[in-house]
């Protein structure tokens, strides 16, 4: 019996030291980040700026997989499921980890339980824009057109759950109109359409409309974040424009597996933090109208779990559902 007993223990503090030194060699081999959206949108660029960053400090690849659809539900479904080592990451945000959970009326994954938070990354803003087509320069022209016409105009969004659908139904909502929705597989997607004037409108991420707002190709009529955006000092709020309050922005952020091992996780998360603080970096997220943020995983949960009631409330009050 001691002699098993001895083997045992000998045993459990080889397996120890093994595990020990394979977490303290991570990443020795690819990690995936998974993106719940189309290449080029805001958290798909956030995080191929992020993957550079970690290749060149660990010499490792760090490849970024789209699996856009179902507000980003199937990406982080993904993640939630896969083998907790580190090796399979998630640019997950407000959609699928706050919203989802009270549009859908079950979820295969659980935001609070699934997962191990490791940072946010950034937070960005929608603007509402439309074709220049469109005989609107103003949002309360927009609403009045869609008084005049209700049900006539269409908004196109990057999926059920995401900033922009919500946005768009809050704003039905506050304006007391009725303008019918298109989903899309993401905001890239929706933006031909939407210069064509196939869709009227459409709060999509400031990353894709500025550019085209500044060719005369779209019609940029506010923004969705509380204050004004220094990629667009000149663009009005949608609370300017007539909606107090308003506010309806993304933010994404980087997690793993729940389970994962903490010093993976604090790898993470301290070259997460370091690379949102390089100038080179920084520089890159303002040309983008991204604001770093860079926190801790605590304070990250704690967005998760202050944000989620209060989303809430919002598509209860609108009577916003599945859908729209």
Sequence with gaps: MKLAANLFAALAVLLTAQTASAQSSYPNRP???????????????????????????????????????????????????????????????????????????????????????????????????????????????????????PGKLSYGHAGVGTSQHL????????????????????????????????????FANIVNVMPLAREGKLRALAITSIKRSPLAPDLPTMSESGFPGFEAVPWFGLLAPAGTPTDVLDKLHGETVKALAIPEVRKKFDALGLEPIGNTPSEFAAVIRKETPEWAKVIKDAGIKLGN
């Design 167 to 202: 946005g768009a139904e809050l704003f039905k909502y506050r304006a007391h109109v009725d303008i019918a929705a298109v989903a899309y597989r993401g905001s890239t997607e929706l933006v031909p359409d939407l210069i064509a004037n196939r869709i009227n409108m459409s």
């Design 31 to 149: 990690v995936k980040i998974l993106v719940g959206f189309t290449p080029g949108t805001a958290p798909d660029l956030a995080a191929r700026i992020l993957a550079d960053r970690f290749a060149d400090v660990w010499g490792t690849a760090f490849v970024i997989e789209n699996i856009p659809g179902a507000g980003s539900n199937i990406a982080t479904d993904r993640v939630a499921k896969a083998t907790a080592d580190g090796y399979t990451l998630l640019m997950g945000g407000n959609p699928s980890l706050v919203i989802n959970p009270s549009l859908y009326a079950t979820l295969p994954f659980d935001p609070i339980k699934d997962f191990a938070p490791i940072s946010q990354v950034f937070v960005a803003a929608n603007v509402l824009a439309v074709p220049p087509a469109l005989p609107v320069k103003t949002v309360a022209e927009l609403v009045a057109l869609a008084k005049a016409e």
